[in-house]
């Protein structure tokens, strides 16, 4: 609860002293852009810069590994609110190399979260249909991902057709952009 503390804190000294002041912007992203991007710590600031995005300019998704897991799922519906109620006519997905998700074992994660909720509610869950391990994979190479991600939003049958969605690996080192799919 300390960190939380701190925040509070600082925000009120923060708006007490109108920090927030650069930061005001419409709700409506300038570049008319939605990113779906990894939460992963390296690329809060990174990815902005490595793409010269300031505030305001675009609405970014966050998630771990960049995935699109499920076609009615709120990473979607967020994408499809972007384009629809907040004028965006781009999506991007970027993922990055060395993440996490690649490296997620679903069976070891599991059991990790049966150390913390019993294992009937894991049993429950599986008895009702829901495939845990399936549900936890990650991707087998971050590209995959990011191709699989963007297969997925173009194929949406809510997603204008001529809506572009492309597909970016990004180095959470250097920033540098790789185009994985246009």
């Known amino acids: 609860m300390e960190t939380l503390s701190d925040i509070l804190e600082f925000n009120e000294k923060f708006v007490e002293n109108k920090d927030y002041e650069p ?25 902005p810069r490595a793409m010269n995005l300031k505030n305001g300019d675009v609405k970014i998704v966050k998630n771990a590994g960049a995935v699109v897991s499920h076609p009615f799922g709120s990473i979607m519906r967020s994408i499809l609110v972007g384009v629809y109620e907040l004028q965006a006519d781009e999506v991007l997905v970027i993922g990055h190399h060395d993440c996490g998700m ?14 913390s909720v019993s294992k009937e509610v894991v049993s429950t869950l599986q008895h009702a249909g829901m495939d845990l391990e399936k549900w936890l994979q990650g991707f087998t190479t971050v590209h995959d991902g990011v191709r699989n991600s963007v297969d997925m939003i173009k194929n ?11 597909g970016l ?14």
Request: aromatic share 2%; proline share 9%; hydrophobic share 35%.
């Open 156 to 166: 949406h049958p809510l997603l204008p057709k001529d809506t572009p969605v492309h």
């Open 102 to 115: 690649g490296k997620v074992d679903p069976k070891k994660l599991l059991d990790k979260m049966e150390n």
């Open 23 to 47: 930061y005001i912007t419409s709700g409506l992203p300038e570049k008319r852009m939605v990113i779906l991007s990894c939460m992963d710590t390296r690329l809060v600031e990174l990815l």
């Open 169 to 182: 690996v990004i180095d959470p080192e250097t920033g540098k952009l790789e185009l994985v799919e246009k």
